[in-house]
């Protein structure tokens, strides 16, 4: 190999090679003004003999306040923010994980490298959520859109009757995608009020022989949340759950469910990881013709090694329950949604209908707020002007139009102060 070539640079003077201008250099138009570190990082000493690799480095406590000028306020609803402190902490790591000599996007699965961060990963997790031992928690690939499949294909028989409760489109999608592999019922819908609502759990008339009871635990598009939950009503019924865009926001008793799943890329990671958490008893029934990838039993024995798993995508989950932790369990985190939640929905419900939130405020979602202005030729230009001040993704989902603030954990409290100092000031320009 031509020691000229990019790549040998690199190995012989790692540390100039990682400075901003020799990627300027490098990549010609690559943005100079990155906050890169200045200094090597240190490697470091690790243990990867059995279970949980040994973290010498914490994690940097979570910012309230964004620390770099050059971030954004992503209020993305997915892929999302991540904290900041955790992308330095696997940026300090990409090069040479913890003195391995190879980024864990080189590692192979099955090596003990991996095997530490996968263990620590699911330890963590458990913890955040208290996760009983009876479960399993399985790291899984193809979004949460493929477990609209796999949860009927594993847990019901194709003449099973299961019950879908309807509060926005991710509920609608997972029962359509459920009708090709049993017999779902929609036993209540919020589309006639343009999902803004949630049901009385008294009044659903829940099917008396169903497997499972679905729900969507916060609609991502429509902005409504649950915040409490049903129960099946046949003993042998399970409640399941669509937790993608509300995941580790809050602490939720996993025991009140048969199966909750979740994308990553919402609250705990990149995109590429879908996170199952299952009663065990439950894993083994798969139909018939369910395809290997699909089947739990298969995950489960294998540990979520089956095949290759989004190994760089669960390391990412694992440092973000890391951090999780540290800041003190989900109950913490969840005082600082709410707070955050709050100065938004105050700002929108004092604007004099300059704003509005159509969603009924008992259930909105502290993760997802969506809202209209009263004079909707001025979105366009809303949208244009946050950007300018740094805040992006704004925009409504297409489906839906206005506005939407996703404020998942990794936003930090100064971008919501911030977009709601812009709102008002806007609104005074504009009202
Ligand atoms: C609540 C909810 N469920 C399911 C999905 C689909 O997830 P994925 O794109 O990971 O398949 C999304 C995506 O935004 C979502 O918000």
Redesign the pocket.
């Known amino acids: 190999m031509s020691a000229t070539v990019p790549h040998s640079l690199l190995l012989k003077n790692p540390t100039n090679s990682l400075k901003p201008t020799s990627l300027a250099t490098q990549f010609g138009s690559f943005p100079t003004n990155l906050s890169l570190p200045t200094t090597t990082p240190k490697p470091f000493a690790i243990t990867c003999s059995s279970a949980a690799a040994t973290t010498t480095t914490p994690i940097p406590a979570a910012a309230s306040t964004s620390a770099s000028s050059n971030r954004v306020f992503n209020f993305a609803?997915?892929p999302a923010t991540l904290p900041e402190n955790v992308l330095l902490k696997a940026q300090s790591e990409l090069y040479d994980w913890r003195g391995s000599g190879m980024s864990v996007m080189e590692m192979s699965h099955r090596g003990k490298e991996f095997l530490s961060i996968i263990q620590k990963a699911e330890s963590d997790l458990r913890e955040l959520l208290n996760i009983p031992s009876d479960y399993d928690v399985l790291f899984l690939q193809g979004?949460?859109?493929?477990q609209f499949a796999a949860i009927p294909l594993n847990i019901c028989q194709p003449d099973d009757v299961v019950d879908y409760v309807v509060t926005g489109s991710?509920g609608d999608k997972a029962y359509k995608e459920a009708a090709k592999f049993c017999k779902p019922k929609v036993i209540w819908t919020g589309k006639p009020d343009k999902y803004t609502n949630i049901p009385g759990f008294d009044s659903l008339e829940q099917s008396p022989d169903a497997k499972y009871l679905h729900i969507?635990a916060?609609?991502?598009i429509h902005g409504v949340e649950f915040k409490d939950y049903p129960t099946p009503k046949s003993s042998n019924a399970i409640l399941v759950a669509?937790m993608?865009?509300n995941f580790c926001s809050k602490p939720v008793d996993v025991s009140k469910f048969g199966v909750i799943y979740a994308?990553a890329?919402?609250n705990v990671g990149p995109?590429g990881v879908?996170i199952v958490i299952i009663r065990k008893d439950l894993i083994g029934n798969a139909q018939p013709i369910t395809p290997v990838m699909l089947d739990y039993k298969i995950h489960s024995e294998n540990k979520s090694l089956y095949n290759t798993p989004p190994c760089y995508g669960i390391y990412m989950c694992g440092l973000v329950f890391e951090d999780l932790l540290a800041q003190g369990g989900l109950g913490e985190v969840e005082k600082k949604n709410k707070k955050k939640a709050q100065i938004l929905y105050d700002t929108i419900d004092g604007s004099n209908g300059f704003y509005r939130c159509p969603v009924e405020k008992s259930v909105r979602s502290l993760m997802n707020v969506p809202f209209t202005l009263e004079k909707s030729e001025l979105e366009a230009e809303f949208i244009k002007e946050a950007a300018k001040e740094k805040m992006v993704q704004l925009k409504g989902h297409r489906s839906v139009g206005g506005m939407r603030a996703s404020i998942y954990n990794a936003m930090p409290y100064d971008g919501v102060e911030k977009l709601v100092a812009f709102m008002k000031d806007f609104q005074a320009r504009h009202g």
């Open positions: 609803a997915g979004g949460a859109t493929t991710w969507c916060n609609e991502t669509d993608s865009s994308g890329q919402k995109s879908t």
